[in-house]
T-cell receptor, first 110, second 110 residues
Framework: QKEVEQDPGPLSVPEGAIVSLNCTYS??????FMWYRQYSRKGPELLMY????GNKEDGRFTAQVDKSSKYISLFIRDSQPSDSATYLC??????????FGAGTILRVKS | EADIYQTPRYLVIGTGKKITLECSQT?????MYWYQQDPGMELHLIHY???????EKGDLSSESTVSRIRTEHFPLTLESARPSHTSQYLC?????????FGQGTRLTVV
């Protein structure tokens, strides 16, 4: 079993929709949680970073961590065609290596 | 914006050549990583380093080698390139919490 599970999609939504992307993880020692956006042929770009449980909002993006259920989410409001990309969740314990999900392909149709 | 740089961005090279992919960061991060990623596929960790003179192999077996003589520099070397090494190579670094990626090197071995 992978340490971080993420549905690869693809997820296809109309422009303006609210998108929900999710990951589950198995190691309760994970403390740091990140979401990356990766456009085709580019390196992953850090979108959101969260420490421990709770919500964090940045513009149209909200990251949510529920450590009790080992569940992490990224919500995108008013989705745009430019949001079409692969979204990767990642996590780690302090001082240990990063662990990534497989990535979810998102397509926002205009 | 993350201060982590990879060179070259693109490289086409003949079979049997020795190549070094460069990765440098100016954030003073201790931990650095190399990932291999084929188009549309997930990231695979091939090497990581927790500091100077510390290197470990990742989850995916790779014929490449790495060195960490300086904190800011984490080069990856292929002694004899083969067509099976054709892929995108991504470097990342973290100070223990957030992690940042370079733009990647797209390697083609002909």
């Amino acid at each position: 079993q992978k340490e971080v599970e993420q549905d690869p999609g693809p997820l296809s939504v109309p422009e303006g929709a609210i998108v929900s992307l999710n990951c589950t993880y198995s190691n309760s020692a994970f403390q740091y949680f990140m979401w990356y956006r990766q456009y085709s042929r580019k390196g992953p770009e850090l979108l959101m970073y969260t420490y421990s449980s709770g919500n964090k909002e940045d513009g149209r993006f909200t990251a949510q961590v529920d450590k009790s259920s080992k569940y992490i989410s990224l919500f995108i409001r008013d989705s745009q065609p430019s949001d079409s990309a692969t979204y990767l969740c990642a996590t780690m314990e302090y001082g240990n290596k990063l662990v990534f999900g497989a990535g979810t392909i998102l397509r926002v149709k205009s | 914006e993350a201060d982590i740089y990879q060179t070259p961005r693109y490289l086409v090279i003949g079979t049997g050549k020795k190549i070094t992919l460069e990765c440098s960061q100016t954030m003073g991060h201790d931990k650095m990583y190399w990932y291999q990623q084929d188009p549309g596929m997930e990231l695979h960790l091939i090497h990581y380093s927790y500091g100077v003179n510390s290197t470990e192999k990742g989850d995916l077996s790779s014929e490449s080698t790495v060195s960490r003589i300086r904190t800011e520099h984490f080069p990856l070397t292929l002694e004899s390139a083969r067509p099976s090494h054709t892929s995108q190579y991504l470097c990342a670094s973290t100070g223990g919490t957030e992690a940042f990626f370079g733009q990647g090197t797209r390697l083609t071995v002909v």
